[in-house]
């Protein structure tokens, strides 16, 4: 039978990834067409579990009006599924919404919808699960591999504001400095950027940035892949 076709291949680029609980609890109680929204979100975020697709570009895809997917984003928050942060630009501009994949530990009961509860912030509502789960393993070199990637990535687990950011180095002071001028709200991002990238990198395409006439954290984002891509 199998000879008939071709099966496909998940070691192909061009996957998403979403939680089966979602999936087998959630999609029942609140639809298929909620369920589409938050893959559309899964299928946008990147390693650090945030993206931002405007609602008209989650409509387009799902073949939906913006009126829906506004009001199934918001079920998504009310539930604690996702999280939403706001981007502001220059002279206090919106500029689009950010949007972070909260962890299942941290999701609100279906019912919760259903019965009209009273929304309360978590302290820990925005975390975000950054490593896809492995497998205990007994082999001490795989045991220490592990656990370094744990710490590669534990201070990327919380969001932390601009103005609650200490910098302990002349490299993170460079890194608030940028993330306050091209309108972040949290130092995650640029500090994760100088983790992959290093220091020099990031004040090239800071040096570059600050040229152009064109403002803004997408615009940075992309001179600063385009220089580390030129760098390797």
């Given at each position: 039978m199998k000879g008939l076709f071709k099966v496909r291949n998940r070691a192909n680029k061009g996957w998403s990834h979403f939680d089966n609980n979602f999936i087998d609890q959630y999609t029942p109680v609140l639809g298929a067409i909620t369920g589409a929204v938050y893959m559309t979100l899964c299928r946008h975020a990147d390693m650090y579990q945030k993206c931002f697709p405007s609602e008209r570009v989650i409509a387009n895809e799902l073949d939906l009006s913006e009126r829906t997917v506004r009001s199934k984003i918001k079920i998504l928050k009310q539930l604690n599924i996702i999280a939403?942060?706001?981007?502001?630009?220059?002279?206090?501009?919106?500029?689009?919404?950010?949007?972070?994949?909260?962890?299942?530990?941290?999701?609100?009961?279906?019912s919760f919808i259903k019965t009209g509860g009273i929304l309360t912030p978590s302290p820990t509502a925005f975390y975000s699960n950054n490593q896809r789960q492995e497998l205990p393993c007994k082999n001490k070199e795989c045991k220490n591999k592990n656990i370094k990637n744990i710490n590669k990535f534990q201070n990327f687990k919380k969001l932390i504001p601009i103005n609650n950011f200490i910098p302990n180095s002349k490299e993170e002071l460079i890194c608030k400095d940028i993330a306050m001028n091209i309108g972040d709200l949290y130092i995650n991002t640029i500090r994760s950027c100088f983790e992959k990238y290093g220091i020099q990198v990031l004040e090239k395409a800071w040096g570059l940035y600050k040229?152009?006439?064109?403002k803004g954290g997408a615009y940075f984002m992309g001179i600063l892949k385009k220089i580390a891509e030129e760098s390797h």
């Amino acid at each position: 039978m199998k000879g008939l076709f071709k099966v496909r291949n998940r070691a192909n680029k061009g996957w998403s990834h979403f939680d089966n609980n979602f999936i087998d609890q959630y999609t029942p109680v609140l639809g298929a067409i909620t369920g589409a929204v938050y893959m559309t979100l899964c299928r946008h975020a990147d390693m650090y579990q945030k993206c931002f697709p405007s609602e008209r570009v989650i409509a387009n895809e799902l073949d939906l009006s913006e009126r829906t997917v506004r009001s199934k984003i918001k079920i998504l928050k009310q539930l604690n599924i996702i999280a939403i942060e706001k981007s502001w630009g220059l002279g206090g501009k919106f500029r689009n919404n950010i949007y972070w994949l909260v962890d299942k530990s941290e999701w609100r009961e279906p019912s919760f919808i259903k019965t009209g509860g009273i929304l309360t912030p978590s302290p820990t509502a925005f975390y975000s699960n950054n490593q896809r789960q492995e497998l205990p393993c007994k082999n001490k070199e795989c045991k220490n591999k592990n656990i370094k990637n744990i710490n590669k990535f534990q201070n990327f687990k919380k969001l932390i504001p601009i103005n609650n950011f200490i910098p302990n180095s002349k490299e993170e002071l460079i890194c608030k400095d940028i993330a306050m001028n091209i309108g972040d709200l949290y130092i995650n991002t640029i500090r994760s950027c100088f983790e992959k990238y290093g220091i020099q990198v990031l004040e090239k395409a800071w040096g570059l940035y600050k040229e152009q006439s064109k403002k803004g954290g997408a615009y940075f984002m992309g001179i600063l892949k385009k220089i580390a891509e030129e760098s390797h």
